[in-house]
């Protein structure tokens, strides 16, 4: 069964510091790793996704397999990333079935 | 860009009655997904439909049946409703293309008393 963890329900950082968020994930394949995030009132939007390797608003993630790890990393936190993140991976091979994780609040205190 | 209209916005409904949940894609999107997003929990995967057809089902109940329209907007369906059937749920398009992105709606928050 494929599954997402994300340790912390609850980030909080200071402006300008480095912010790491923890996903963790098991899946017996190739996964395909997402980070989605929802900002207070507005709709549930896709971050990033591993297999597009880019940087947006900042963030980064790495798929690490030997770790079964996609931590989301951006190195100095704005008061604008102040939202509501959800891991999520699919089987791949146009898979839309999307397990996604607890989610992690960050909070960036200006 | 309209973007995934869901409707209603809210919707209070007692244990054992029905509710159909509506669902209007993105222009040109041909592949509907529903999720349920309990308080406190990521969305879970109920429902995919392309082309009219399912093409997957979460772990839910028989409870709960959905179809796709030719105009490929979708309804969600689910009878006798359980207290644990309250959840926000939110319905998500996408051109149904290998590696095309989910876009999702506001959700319709379900509240069962």
């Known amino acids: 069964a494929q599954r997402v963890t994300q340790p912390e329900k609850l980030l909080s950082v200071f402006k300008g510091a480095p912010v790491e968020l923890k996903c963790n994930y098991s899946?017996?394949?190739?996964?395909?790793l997402f980070w989605y995030v929802q900002y207070s009132r507005q709709r549930l939007q896709l971050l990033l996704r591993?297999?597009s390797r880019e940087s947006i608003k900042g963030f980064t993630a790495d798929l690490n397999k030997g770790e079964t790890s996609f931590h989301l990393k951006k190195p100095f936190a704005q008061e604008e990333d102040s939202a509501m993140y959800y891991c999520?991976?699919?089987?791949?091979?146009?898979?839309?079935?999307?397990?996604f994780g607890k989610g992690t609040k960050l909070s960036v205190i200006p | 860009d309209a973007g995934v209209t869901q409707s209603p916005t809210h919707l209070i409904k007692t244990r054992g009655q029905q509710v159909t949940l509506r669902c209007s894609p993105i222009?040109?999107?041909?592949?509907v997904s529903w999720y349920q997003q309990v308080l406190g929990q990521g969305p879970q995967f109920i429902f995919q439909?392309?082309?009219?057809?399912?093409?997957g089902r979460g772990n839910f109940p028989d409870r709960f049946s959905a179809r796709q329209f030719p105009n490929y907007s979708s309804e969600l369906n689910v009878n006798a409703l359980l207290l644990g059937d309250s959840a926000l749920y939110l319905c998500?398009?996408?051109?149904?293309?290998?590696?095309?992105?989910?876009?999702f709606g506001n959700g319709t928050r379900l509240t069962v008393t």
């Open positions: 998500a398009s996408s051109l149904g293309t290998v590696n095309s992105p989910l876009h």
């Open positions: 899946y017996s394949g190739s996964p395909e």
């Open positions: 591993h297999i």
């Open positions: 999520a991976l699919t089987g791949g091979a146009g898979s839309y079935q999307l397990t």
């Open positions: 222009s040109g999107h041909k592949s």
């Open positions: 439909y392309y082309e009219k057809e399912e093409r």
